[in-house]
T-cell receptor
Framework: DQQVKQNSPSLSVQEGRISILNCDYT??????FLWYKKYPAEGPTFLIS?????DKNEDGRFTVFLNKSAKHLSLHIVPSQPGDSAVYFC???????????FGGGTRLMVKP | DAGVTQSPTHLIKTRGQQVTLRCSPI?????VSWYQQVLGQGPQFIFQ???????GRGNFPDRFSARQFPNYSSELNVNALLLGDSALYLC?????????????FGEGSRLTVL
């Protein structure tokens, strides 16, 4: 039972354009969400997060949107850069604050 | 400052063997979590330890065990290895158990079971 899903295994965009990565969840008890980025041979690194009391959080080129009624969140990267090429994971934090449930990841490729 | 360090980085075992993976958290971090990442999937929660006590356990069999030491480093043990245990094992640390979820991950230990 996948509680967090990323339905697009890969995404290719041109440098300078917008990248939109999507994530759906099924557990309505989740109220805190995070995005992690992972390069090959490295551990995931935290990118941006959002609490369910907000519908948007912005940090530089990265913006996360949350639609609670649709149980959907998305990560926008504008403008996309070749260095953004990586696997992106969305994750949901449980109420106890001690466990992240990850989606399967989306491989983003930004072409120069 | 050193990040989360894990050892070994790669190892190969055969079915039925036992393995111990080690993790040193960021200095000052008291919480360590372990995740298993199977190829093509997202990381899956195994354990969380805080102040040497288990604070969370994921849906893994009893063959998986862990502990945290007084210096906050941690070991993950897996007994009676199966082929399906082949994965990247990630350790992550945080300062405490606050609900931020912002984990700092190590590079992982890649386990191959033959």
């Amino acid at each position: 039972d996948q509680q967090v899903k990323q339905n697009s295994p890969s995404l290719s965009v041109q440098e300078g354009r917008i990248s939109i990565l999507n994530c759906d969840y099924t557990n309505s008890m989740f109220d805190y969400f995070l995005w992690y980025k992972k390069y090959p041979a490295e551990g995931p690194t935290f990118l941006i997060s959002i609490s369910s009391i907000k519908d948007k959080n912005e940090d530089g080129r990265f913006t996360v949107f949350l639609n609670k009624s649709a149980k959907h969140l998305s990560l926008h990267i504008v403008p996309s850069q070749p260095g953004d090429s990586a696997v992106y994971f969305c994750a949901a934090l449980n109420n106890a604050g001690n466990m992240l449930t990850f989606g399967g990841g989306t491989r983003l490729m930004v072409k120069p | 400052d050193a990040g989360v360090t894990q050892s070994p980085t790669h190892l190969i075992k055969t079915r039925g063997q036992q393995v111990t993976l080690r993790c040193s958290p960021i200095s000052g971090h008291k919480s360590v979590s372990w995740y298993q990442q199977v190829l093509g999937q997202g990381p899956q929660f195994i354990f969380q330890y805080y102040e040497k006590e288990e604070r969370g356990r994921g849906n893994f069999p009893d063959r998986f065990s862990a502990r945290q030491f007084p210096n906050y480093s941690s070991e993950l043990n897996v007994n009676a290895l199966l082929l399906g245990d082949s994965a990247l094992y990630l350790c992550a640390s945080t300062l405490g158990t606050g609900p931020t979820g912002e984990l700092f991950f190590g590079e992982g230990s890649r386990l191959t079971v033959l």
